[in-house]
């Protein structure tokens, strides 16, 4: 199979060619901090499938499908977000970004049919619960090596995501952190059972579980929403972009209009900027050009949009 050749740089303006250099820079290292999640997500799998073979416990099974989901979406996650870093093309000016929103809003279905799943593996047992299950150390154990592993990955993936604005990776270390709760609830049964002998509890601790995966596939898939819709950027970002504008008053009369939104890690942003009606265009241009520069080195994968206008009068 032919290896695709990424896009040449050369012939290009200095912008663009920096702008297809930051997206190939952006898409390494997501995949790079995917990686992590991927691994540990189908080591997980194995060892929660191997833990209810040997134990028969509906909420190792239900930790089972959780991590089963979480190693599926990490993987279309690899996927859209090598999809979300291409350069923009002649059919899609405004770039590729929206992938990663389009994956998070995937993901939160795929989490929301995995705790519908749960809820179905669990009811059965509350009606009838098992009378014993054998081997309760293993599933202990396991579950909370599970919760220790998914909380350091967590973590890691949390830094990396804040860094990177990236829905893909902060929908994915959420549901990592919902992971170190459930496998530690699951755990925590586990103990339950093998001290109070009281079955009942497995199917009630599954259906918790499958609570907090609703909850995660809820929080995930609001995130989502907002992006897909072209919601504006947070309050903060948007305030220092109005800062970074305030501190250039000296070049321009006014501005207005200013509007703002993201896909996938970058933000969409523009402004009416109105010059002295005595300026020519060329140097209205230039000197508006220093805010583009101000505003992309506080948001290095902003696309920035200035019209500009001749003061009012």
């Known amino acids: 199979m032919m290896q695709q050749t990424p896009p040449s740089t050369t012939g290009l303006p200095p912008r663009a060619s920096r702008r297809i250099a930051a997206l190939r820079d952006t898409a390494r290292t997501r995949v790079l901090a995917l990686r992590a999640p991927l691994f540990s997500n189908a080591l997980l799998v194995v060892a929660k499938i191997v833990v209810w073979l040997v134990s028969g416990s509906v909420s190792v099974l239900s930790e089972a499908a959780h991590s089963l989901a979480d190693l599926l979406v990490t993987t279309m996650q690899v996927v859209t977000v090598r999809l979300a870093s291409r350069p923009a093309d002649e059919n899609h000016a405004y770039g590729h970004g929206k992938f990663e929103n389009l994956s998070a809003a995937i993901e939160a279905l795929l989490i929301l ?18 009378h014993s299950f054998p081997r309760l150390d293993i599933g202990i154990v396991v579950m909370f090596g599970s919760a220790i592993i998914n909380l350091i990955v967590a973590m890691r993936l949390q830094a990396v995501a804040k860094q990177e604005q990236s829905p893909a990776l902060l929908a994915e270390a959420a549901q990592l952190r919902a992971d170190v709760v459930t496998a530690a609830g699951v755990g925590a049964g586990l103990v339950a059972i093998r001290l109070s002998g009281a079955s009942i509890i497995d199917p009630i601790v599954s259906l918790l579980v499958a609570g907090l995966i609703a909850k995660a596939a809820f929080d995930v898939s609001a995130r989502a929403f907002v992006d897909l819709t072209d919601g504006r950027l947070p309050q903060q970002e948007e305030a220092l972009i109005r800062e970074i504008i305030d501190e250039h008053r000296g070049i321009f009369v006014g501005y207005h209009k ?35 520069v101000a505003i992309k080195q506080a948001l290095p994968r902003a696309h920035v949009l200035i019209h500009l206008e001749p003061e009012e009068g």
Not at 113 to 130: D, E, M, N, R, S
Not at 260 to 288: K, V, Y
């Open 113 to 130: 049919a995995t705790g519908a799943f749960v809820v179905a593996q669990a009811i059965p047992h509350l009606v009838h619960p098992a």
């Open 258 to 292: 200013l509007r703002t939104r993201r896909s996938g890690g970058g933000e969409f942003i523009d402004f009416h900027l109105q010059m002295r009606g005595d300026m020519p265009l060329r140097e209205a241009h230039d000197q508006s050009d220093a805010i583009v």
